[in-house]
């Protein structure tokens, strides 16, 4: 017995300093990914995709052809208010909502039909009381992103109002139809003849959490496969006997199995893909049975799902094997700390800074994000973000292994080798 009370290694310095640093810099930093990410999504948003469609057939005026809708979306793909916010994409209705489909585009304006012959029924319309106003639709895209969906809606709807109340200056300053040959109430809706409505382009299920059912199931599978490497690791440690597996008050040791790292880590990687069928199941059954998530393509879903925690998984036992105890803490940082703000689920990557855009280039939870929400919400189209989930998936494994084995590799033939736990503690001489 050494006879110093246990309490007195809070007057260790290091110890204040060693823990200092690292809680604090783990504060600092999800402090910058979390809210740095998504303080003004507005004033970060560049070339955000919205569609504008000009579906108006157009309609004979003073003898000849007028289309104002095609003079509707020139104007608004000049415009300079929006500055390179946003990236005005001209289209068909049947493009469009191809688009929309595929989480392409964060909405769309339309110009109707019959726009123009509506418009210019007005002059005539107006003087006998019932008028029928045209209309410019505007679309949202909520399987897309809440918020991404939100910044579109309201582009769009700012600029569906500033092409009504230029088609309103047109009307009133044409000739034989003045403002003072009009009543008051005829001229007031001249002014502002078109009406602007509002409709979901992409419908979802009721189930479907707003379009966020995707992201957080991706980060469902995330979590398990991180979590679960933090346990498989320890558990692998205790089954060799390097460490010992405390229980309550009851601390268990297992006899010493040597093993090299590399050996260590392949152990690890396989109880972890074993794992993964049955973490991916029981998400699945959770969310879809047990919740009652909308899901189609449950077989795909399973699938994915089960690589999902597999590869997240492995990509985190890589970490935890090359650094050791600090590799948690690495693994929260790129799965977790890095991931979520850059996930495009609730910010869309257009609204991110650039250092956010390039780190959603290769964050695993991005791509697993858009694989899930190709599968949940857009029929499992491959270019809806499916083959990109995939392919990822398959370069993160890759990377993974060729890491973590190249790293332990090294150190197992640098002679680097794992110092076993002690089987029994230290026997003091018994007195004479």
Known sequence: MSGIHPFRV??????????????????????????????????????????????????????????????????IKKSTKSGDKIDWKVMDEKEMKEELGKAKLYGALIVRADFTSATTALTSAATTGTPTRPTLTVLTNQSAGSVGSSLARAATTQAAESASLQVGKELTSQGGTGEAKLPAAARVLLADPAAVTVEDGHPLDSHSGLGLTAFYYALVLVVCGMLSANVISGQVDHALGYTHNDMGPLRLHRPLIRATRVQTLAISSTLMVGLSLLMGTLVMA????????????????????????????????????????????????????????????????????????????????????GGIRAILYYDAQADAGLTRGWLMMAVGLALAALFGFGMTGWYDRKGLHRIPAETEPEKTAAPA
């Not at 070339?47 to 020139?74: R, S, Y």
């Not at 049975?289 to 890589?318: E, K, N, Q, R």
């Not at 690495?330 to 780190?359: D, E, H, K, S």
């Open 10 to 75: 809070l007057r260790a310095k290091p110890m204040w300093i060693a823990n200092g640093v690292i809680t604090g810099v783990l504060a600092l930093l999800f402090t910058v990914f979390y809210v740095g990410a998504n303080i003004d999504p507005v004033d970060h948003m560049k070339n955000l995709p919205v569609g504008l469609v000009n579906a108006d057939k157009g309609a004979a005026v003073g003898g000849k052809q007028v289309n104002l809708g095609a003079g509707i979306t020139e104007s």
């Open 286 to 369: 959770g969310a879809v049975g047990i919740m009652g998530m909308h899901a189609a393509h449950l077989p795909l879903l399973w699938l994915y799902s089960v690589c999902a925690i597999a590869v997240s998984g492995i990509g985190a036992l890589t970490l935890l094997a090359v650094f050791g105890t600090p590799g948690m803490l690495v693994v929260t940082l790129v799965f977790i700390g890095m991931a979520v703000p850059t996930a495009n689920a609730t910010t869309p990557l257009q609204a991110l800074p650039g250092f956010y855009r390039f780190l959603a280039e290769f964050e695993p939870l991005r791509q697993i994000t």
